[in-house]
Structure formats: structure tokens, C-alpha cells
């Protein structure tokens, strides 16, 4: 009965911005307009708060023009406003596919004392008691184990790119066309941080990290990740610490030309790839 309940209201609030019914508030972009309700937007947006409480002499009372956003996301906006989500919905966290040791091959280094490794990938630290029982993973990197070791420097999934080689596999066109969704995860964490609507940036963050997890080794992760350090300011560390830690994950991605441009031309880019790979050895 809660859950129909539920349904029930959320459909109410869906039919509202479809209907336009009871509108006191009116949103344009590009051709597009939207009659919106002040006690749903301006709750959720402090700009659109202020824009109502403060109307400018540009804009006529109870209507807000938005003429430099792309219209498709500012629909995805209003989406949220009324929904609490936008498509492509968010994913059940169990539901999320990652890369597993299954898909890697594994080859294991012909050097003196090489027995004691393990090459268990992705390897992981106890991250809460600051041991490892299993600290000899490869040749190439070992976890620290010194007695003040500080649990913060625990490896966190680590792959030895040198040890280990991704089988690729086709995606199919379904797949291809769902990686485009990193790009969009980016623009609405943009404009949910340009109209100040906590929710919505809170929301895209972790659909792109979620995307991240699934599309890191297709062409779209890397006009994604250009978006995201062309669109926040450097104290912002929600996207960017997303795409450094994606690429200190997997390594490979270096050899694409797009990354590597990445890299050229953020610097904050590759002092966060620095961090996070050093903290993935154990390093920091």
C-alpha cells in the first residue's frame, strides 16, 4: 500500500510538468518551454530560488530564459526536478558489471624466488585492520608492511599491467551506444553545478562513476573525461578524481593518443592519476 502510495504521488508530480497544470513559473531554452511549478524548482535549485525571488530587469517576472544550454539536457533537468532521476536511470549497485579476473590474462614472470607470488588480480589490502595476508602479489609490486603502516596507503584493486593483459571484446551496438552516456553523466553534473542543485551533481557523479566501471576502455571515456575538467573549477575533485582513478585502474588506457592528450593538457589530470596509482601501490 506505501509503495503505491509512492507511485501514485511521483506519477501525480510527472503529470504536473507534462500538463503545465497549475503553473507559476516558466522555464525557456532554445524553443523549449517548460511550466514548472515554484514549489518543486526553486526547492530544488538555488538559482532558480533566487532568479524568482530576485528577478533581474532582463527577465520578465516568474520566467526564467536558459539561452546557452543544450535543450536536451535542460530536459533532463526538469526531469529531475519533478522525478528525482533522469534518463538513463540509476543502476542497482549489485547490478553494476566490473572487470574480473576471468576476462585477464595472466602471465606469470619466469624470475628467482618467482613461487612466492600469488598474482591474484584485482588485488585488495584488509583496508580496515592495515595488514595483508597475501602482500606478495607479483614481481612487480609488493604491499607495505611495516608496523606503523597507515591503513590509508592499502591497495584498493590492483592490476599489474605488466603481468596481466585485457581480452577484448567486441561490444555490441547496444553497448556502443550506452558508453555515450558518460559524456551526458558530465554535462548534467555541469549543470547541476551551474544552477546549483545539489541533488542532481550528487546524482550524475555517481552515474558516471558507475558508467566509468563499465565503457573506461571505449572511445567515449575520453571525450567524457575533457568535459569534466573543461566545465569544473580545480577544487572540484567529484569528476576528475572519478576519471584519475579510472585510469590508475588501467594503466593500458596510456597508449590511447586521446589519454595520453588528456595528460598534456591537465596538469591537475596527471598529478590526480600520480595519486591515486601511488595509493593503489601503496606508495602514498
Same mark, same amino acid.
Given at each position: +500500500?506505501?509503495?503505491?502510495?509512492?507511485?501514485?504521488?511521483?506519477? &501525480? *508530480?510527472?503529470?504536473?510538468? *507534462?500538463?503545465?497544470?497549475?503553473?507559476?513559473?516558466?522555464?525557456?531554452?532554445?524553443?523549449?518551454?517548460?511550466?514548472?511549478?515554484?514549489? $518543486?524548482? #526553486?526547492?530544488?535549485?538555488? =538559482?532558480?530560488?533566487?532568479?524568482?525571488?530576485?528577478?533581474?530587469?532582463?527577465?520578465?517576472?516568474?520566467?526564467?530564459?536558459?539561452?546557452?544550454?543544450?535543450?536536451?539536457?535542460?530536459?533532463?533537468? +526538469?526531469? @529531475?526536478?519533478?522525478?528525482?532521476?533522469?534518463?538513463?536511470?540509476?543502476?542497482?549497485?549489485?547490478?553494476?558489471?566490473?572487470?574480473?579476473?576471468?576476462? +585477464?590474462? $595472466? &602471465?606469470?614472470?619466469?624470475?628467482? %624466488?618467482?613461487?612466492? =607470488?600469488?598474482?591474484?588480480?584485482?588485488?585488495?589490502?584488509?583496508?580496515?585492520?592495515?595488514?595483508?595476508?597475501?602482500?606478495?602479489?607479483?614481481?612487480?609490486?609488493? #604491499?607495505?608492511?611495516?608496523?606503523?603502516?597507515?591503513?590509508?596507503?592499502?591497495?584498493?584493486?590492483?592490476?599489474?599491467?605488466? #603481468?596481466?593483459?585485457?581480452?577484448?571484446?567486441?561490444?555490441?551496438?547496444?553497448?556502443?551506444?550506452?558508453?555515450?552516456?558518460?559524456?551526458? /553523466?558530465?554535462? +548534467?553534473?555541469?549543470? %547541476?553545478?551551474?544552477?546549483? $542543485?545539489?541533488?542532481?551533481?550528487?546524482?550524475?557523479?555517481?552515474?558516471?562513476?558507475?558508467?566509468?566501471?563499465? @565503457?573506461?576502455?571505449?572511445?567515449?571515456?575520453?571525450?567524457?573525461?575533457? /568535459?569534466?575538467?573543461?566545465?569544473?573549477?580545480?577544487?572540484?575533485?567529484?569528476?576528475?578524481?572519478?576519471?584519475?582513478?579510472?585510469?590508475?585502474? /588501467?594503466?593500458?588506457? *596510456?597508449?590511447?593518443?586521446?589519454?595520453?592528450?588528456?595528460?598534456?593538457?591537465?596538469?591537475?589530470?596527471? $598529478?590526480?592519476?600520480?595519486?591515486? /596509482?601511488?595509493?593503489?601501490? %601503496?606508495?602514498?
Amino acid at each position: +500500500m506505501a509503495e503505491k502510495a509512492r507511485d501514485d504521488l511521483a506519477a &501525480t *508530480l510527472q503529470s504536473l510538468l *507534462l500538463s503545465g497544470d497549475h503553473s507559476d513559473f516558466t522555464i525557456t531554452c532554445q524553443g523549449d518551454t517548460y511550466k514548472v511549478h515554484k514549489a $518543486v524548482v #526553486c526547492a530544488r535549485s538555488g =538559482f532558480f530560488k533566487r532568479a524568482e525571488r530576485f528577478p533581474t530587469s532582463e527577465v520578465k517576472k516568474d520566467t526564467v530564459d536558459l539561452p546557452e544550454d543544450e535543450p536536451a539536457v535542460v530536459k533532463l533537468l +526538469m526531469q @529531475y526536478f519533478y522525478e528525482g532521476e533522469y534518463t538513463p536511470r540509476l543502476a542497482d549497485s549489485d547490478c553494476v558489471g566490473v572487470e574480473t579476473p576471468s576476462r +585477464m590474462k $595472466v &602471465t606469470k614472470s619466469k624470475v628467482k %624466488g618467482s613461487s612466492k =607470488f600469488h598474482y591474484n588480480f584485482p588485488h585488495s589490502c584488509h583496508r580496515f585492520v592495515g595488514t595483508c595476508d597475501e602482500r606478495f602479489v607479483c614481481p612487480h609490486h609488493t #604491499c607495505p608492511h611495516n608496523s606503523d603502516w597507515d591503513t590509508k596507503s592499502c591497495c584498493s584493486e590492483f592490476v599489474c599491467d605488466t #603481468c596481466c593483459t585485457q581480452e577484448d571484446e567486441p561490444m555490441s551496438p547496444a553497448s556502443q551506444e550506452a558508453a555515450k552516456q558518460l559524456l551526458l /553523466h558530465a554535462k +548534467m553534473y555541469e549543470i %547541476g553545478d551551474k544552477y546549483d $542543485v545539489v541533488g542532481l551533481k550528487q546524482l550524475a557523479l555517481e552515474k558516471f562513476r558507475q558508467a566509468c566501471l563499465l @565503457y573506461w576502455n571505449c572511445d567515449d571515456f575520453a571525450p567524457a573525461a575533457h /568535459h569534466a575538467f573543461t566545465t569544473t573549477p580545480e577544487q572540484d575533485k567529484g569528476l576528475r578524481d572519478v576519471v584519475s582513478n579510472t585510469i590508475s585502474q /588501467h594503466m593500458t588506457l *596510456l597508449r590511447k593518443p586521446a589519454i595520453e592528450a588528456l595528460l598534456n593538457e591537465f596538469n591537475g589530470l596527471a $598529478v590526480g592519476l600520480l595519486k591515486a /596509482h601511488g595509493k593503489n601501490l %601503496g606508495w602514498v
